[in-house]
């Protein structure tokens, strides 16, 4: 079953609107509406699955591919295998892909990862890479070049480096695993991968829920913004999308920020 939800930022701690703002104007906009309780109105959506879907490399957008290509050939070239392609159910702004390898060791599944927002006009592109390992005693290690922004679950470990190119987080992730003597679940094909790349979006989903932090969007909510079916779903864009207009451009900014992998 298919939920929407947005993200209520009079929810995040302070220091995550730090991570999600770009400059100390829209910062200080977070803050007041923030501490002031004000909520505003959804004016986009994400949707969550409880599933993982795979697609083929031939269905991957042309721009997503040109843009994940050379992070998926540096990483087999560092002994990694593809698994597959998940590509984001689109939002109308939002356009997001992953592609999914396995390493060498078979202990850890890999993404790169791309996406592009474009509730501005100028839009962003945001690429990255994440090696993540389920842990026997029921944690999770990642290694990622991804800067920080929402809090994690308790149970994830994630270990940041930002200049780092895809094959040299893989050989970094190899190494803490080895130096905290750490037990990983082993992923040896596509499925398993899934399962794993699952339980993390399941996990994530009940952490920010439960946190109040992505709120799932009321009946009139979804027909207000005129999400009644996946297709329909898929064509949709937020009626602020292009506007230029002054006293709204800190809150695209800041939505825009909001919809970047975390």
Same mark, same amino acid.
């Given at each position: 079953m298919a939920i929407y939800f947005h993200t209520d930022i009079t929810r995040l701690s302070f220091r995550e609107l730090w991570r999600i703002t770009s400059g100390p104007g829209i910062f200080l906009t977070a803050c007041v509406h923030?501490?002031?309780?004000?909520?505003?109105?959804?004016?986009?959506?994400?949707?969550?699955?409880?599933?993982?879907?795979?697609?083929?490399?031939?269905?991957?957008?042309?721009?997503?591919?040109?843009?994940?290509?050379?992070?998926?050939?540096?990483?087999?070239?560092?002994? #990694?295998?593809? #698994?597959?392609?998940?590509?984001?159910?689109?939002?109308?702004?939002?356009?997001?892909?992953?592609?999914?390898?396995?390493?060498?060791?078979?202990?850890?599944?890999?993404?790169?990862?791309?996406?592009?927002?474009?509730?501005?006009?100028?839009?962003?592109e945001t690429l990255g890479c994440v090696v993540t390992s389920s842990l026997s005693e029921g944690t999770y290690l990642s290694t990622t070049n991804l800067p920080a922004r929402m809090n994690t679950p308790p149970e994830y470990r994630v270990l940041r480096h930002r200049n780092a190119v895809p094959a040299e987080l893989l050989h970094r992730h190899q190494d803490s695993l080895a130096e905290f003597g750490s037990f990983p679940t082993m992923v040896p094909d596509a499925e398993s991968a899934k399962r794993m790349l699952l339980a993390v979006k399941r996990r994530n989903f009940e952490w920010h829920t439960s946190r109040g932090v992505w709120v799932p969007l009321t009946p009139r909510e979804m027909e207000r913004l005129g999400i009644t079916d996946k297709e329909r779903y898929r064509s949709f864009r937020s009626p602020l999308a292009g506007r230029r207009r002054r006293g709204y451009r800190p809150l695209l900014v800041l939505e825009q920020r909001l919809q970047e992998p975390r």
């Open positions: 923030k501490i002031l309780g004000i909520r505003g109105t959804a004016r986009w959506a994400l949707r969550h699955d409880d599933e993982m879907k795979a697609v083929a490399a031939e269905d991957v957008p042309p721009a997503a591919m040109r843009a994940l290509l050379p992070m998926v050939e540096e990483l087999e070239d560092a002994g #990694a295998r593809p #698994a597959f392609y998940t590509v984001a159910e689109a939002v109308g702004n939002l356009e997001g892909c992953s592609a999914i390898l396995i390493p060498r060791e078979k202990n850890a599944v890999i993404l790169a990862l791309w996406n592009r927002v474009a509730i501005t006009r100028r839009g962003k």
